[in-house]
């Protein structure tokens, strides 16, 4: 049976810091919002921790009025500017924009800010406060709407340091077992010895959503036409995580990982055994995963984002967006469903080399 499987991994919260982090995962039940964060970060399978320089709000005061916010983003030596209209953003801005304010109030630039409106009494009330991670969070989720003028790569790409997975333990527990790794970054000065109050160090938490593209002919067998029709192929969701965080480590090798998974895709517990025969994993948010031999591209229209692909024949490769990755197997089980039909006689005309594919 030949089975694709296509899988995109979703953030289940915005990349965050580790100085955030820790500070949510201690968050008391009774601190609703916290708990909100703590559940979402929780309801991730695998993750990702990267390095990237902290984006920093810079108000544009001056230009900005109750219709349009305007925000520069400055990292490093690189800036661009966000545009929040308060005709697309009603939830928001309420009765017109009233102004914004950084977090601690009065700095010049901050990493967080709020906004404020005017309520029905007149009054400017804040009503959401963000760090650029969330506001990208915010409206790739369609939760926000933004306007960017200018290239702001540097302030969604991360090196990439370490990928692990939480099929087994939950992230907020999970992530108590990384001093050694922690270690390991200060000791190399990757992070600073005060590592607990980095904002440099970025934690990201992915879940996994998936579907399967089966090719189904003749000469299928009756199980194989029941489990494409009905959608009961043998896979689970934790194989799944298992396999893409295998897959992501083979694919960028992080220098922090222990185990590389050399062999992959060959393994016990990822899909290897399963009813796919093919793998392919794309990141369907607005990132840029940096590694030494080169960039993944997320996006969440993933027809636009890279592809990880492995299948149970042993080749593994990272697609660039836009390259075809199913035409080698559509090509390959086409030629044997050719072979097929040679070995048991029948006769092909012109027009049958004509053919297309499709998903189940």
Not at 61 to 79: M, N, P, Y
Not at 179 to 194: F, R, Y
Not at 210 to 229: A, I, P, Q, R
Request: charged fraction near 25%; charge should be negative; proline fraction near 4%.
């Amino acid at each position: 049976m030949n089975n694709i499987l296509e899988t995109n991994l979703h953030l289940t919260h915005s990349p965050i810091s580790i100085k955030d982090f820790n500070r949510i995962k201690k968050s008391p039940v009774l601190n609703t919002e916290l708990w909100r964060e703590k559940e979402s970060l929780d309801n991730a399978s695998l993750y990702i921790i990267g390095k990237r320089e902290a984006p920093v709000f810079v108000p544009r005061r001056e230009i900005s009025d109750e219709h349009c916010l305007i925000l520069d983003v400055e990292v490093g030596k690189a800036s661009f500017r966000i545009f929040i209209p308060a005709l697309t953003n009603p939830k928001y801005s309420l009765n017109g924009f009233a102004g914004i304010k950084t977090e601690p109030e009065g700095l010049e630039k901050a990493q967080k800010v709020w906004l404020f409106a005017f309520n029905d009494k007149g009054e400017a009330v804040p009503n959401i406060g963000f760090t650029f991670d969330e506001l990208i969070y915010y409206a790739s989720n369609d939760l926000f709407h933004i306007e960017i003028q200018g290239d702001f790569t540097s302030a969604i790409t991360y090196d990439v340091l370490y990928v692990g997975e939480t099929v087994r333990e939950k992230l907020t527990q999970r992530f108590k077992a990384h001093h050694a790794l922690q270690d390991m970054l200060i000791e190399e000065k990757v992070i600073s010895p005060s590592f607990d109050k980095s904002e440099e160090l970025i934690l990201m938490p992915f879940t996994i959503d998936s579907y399967m593209c089966t090719m189904l002919t003749g000469f299928s067998t009756e199980n194989d036409w029941m489990k494409g029709l009905i959608g009961d192929f043998d896979v689970t969701p934790s194989q799944i995580s298992l396999d893409a965080e295998k897959s992501l480590i083979h694919s960028m090798n992080p220098k922090y990982n222990r185990i590389r998974f050399k062999n992959y895709p060959f393994s016990k517990d990822g899909l290897y055994k399963s009813d796919a025969s093919v793998f392919c994993y794309s990141i369907a948010e607005n990132m840029i995963l940096k590694y030494d031999a080169g960039n993944i591209i997320g996006y969440p229209e993933t027809a636009f984002a890279s592809s990880i692909v492995g299948d149970k024949d042993g080749y593994t490769k990272v697609f660039v967006p836009g390259e075809n990755k199913t035409e080698r197997y559509a090509k390959k089980w086409y030629a044997e469903h050719e072979r097929r039909m040679i070995e048991e006689g029948y006769a092909f005309t012109s027009s049958d080399s004509h053919h297309s594919d499709g998903c189940i």
